[in-house]
């Protein structure tokens, strides 16, 4: 009999909750157009429920002509912000609170007069959004291998992407402490982002294989993907349970499951029970990453995983009953 771990952290931030609440609030109050710019977060199946709701996507914003668009949760330069203004949209900005921080620092730093390093993915949209917010005046870096072709001013600030790893981002400040003459460091990975990479690391150690949950373009999935990697468990990343293959989970006595911030508890849950012979494991329980730090910054709003994209009728005819469903896991 194969044993089934959920890690202790996994799924939704409160950052994508309160997106998708806002969302759902501004297509429940217009009944004009509602597009989002882009993925509200990188899921494609958050994608296609909030297009059930009447909410549709677009990539490019010159196409959007009428009607409210979201801005996404991963922020946006200001010049996407003045364009939709001149394009008459109204406009609702869902971008989490983390992200705007990261922004304003990399403001602030460059008015000062510092030389801004981010640690980041450069074509990634939140580091998009960040480079944008300083005018541009912002040096993207991978990773502390990336300093070798910079040249370092006296005064350096460095700032993170949200969902980098912060062992990484220490040494980057280890390493340009050293050449320069002022060096300002500003932790802007997430609370949350730091919980999901945490509670991934435990769950390796116990597991001879791991599931990873998350849509392919997420950022901070992929990166739980490479830490259960780096602890020597090997690790799957798929969108969802079509995408596990039998192959994997053969010779696997303890298999782990955990997943992105962006992913929805039923997709958790739906690999849980594809991993577990059809069934949820008894001890089935979804803890989203650090609700009550996260309740000071966002509010009082419920993390429900996503629960209100989803038809409760149907969950009612697929779930389990009492604790072993998602929706009615306790919380501390």
Known sequence: MKRVLIAKAAGFCYGVQRAVDITLQVRKETADRVTSLGMVAHNHHLTDKLLAQGIESSADLGAVREGTIILSAHGVPPETRLQAEQQGLTIVDVTCPFVTRAQRYARQMVDQGYQVLLLGEVNHPEVRGIVGSADGK???????????????????????????????????????????????????????????????????????????????????????????????????????????????????????????????????????????????????????????????????????????????????????????????????
Do not use: Y
Request: hydrophobic share 40%; proline share 3%; net charge negative.
């Open 138 to 332: 912002v040096t993207v870096i991978g990773s502390v291998d990336d300093l070798a072709g910079i040249s370092l001013g006296r005064r350096v600030a460095i700032i993170s992407q949200t969902t980098q790893q912060a062992d990484m981002l220490q040494r980057v400040a280890k390493e340009v402490s050293a050449k320069a003459f002022e060096v300002r460091v500003f932790n802007t990975i997430c609370h949350a982002t730091e919980e999901l990479q945490e509670a991934a690391v435990e769950l390796a150690k116990k597991c001879d294989i791991a599931i990873v949950v998350g849509g392919r373009n997420s950022a901070n999935t992929a990166r739980l993907r490479e830490i259960m990697e780096a602890e020597g468990c090997p690790s799957f990343h798929v969108e969802s349970a079509a995408e596990i293959r039998e192959a994997w989970l053969m010779e696997a006595e303890t298999i782990g499951i955990t997943a992105g911030a962006s992913t929805p508890d039923w997709l958790i849950e739906e690999v849980a029970r594809r991993v577990n012979g059809g069934e949820l494991p008894e001890d089935f329980r979804i803890q989203h990453p650090d609700e009550k730090t996260m309740a000071k910054f966002f509010g009082e709003t419920d993390n429900i995983g996503g629960r209100n994209l989803v038809d409760q009728k149907s969950l009612a005819t697929t779930a389990s009953a009492g604790d072993k469903t998602p929706w009615s896991a306790p919380r501390d």
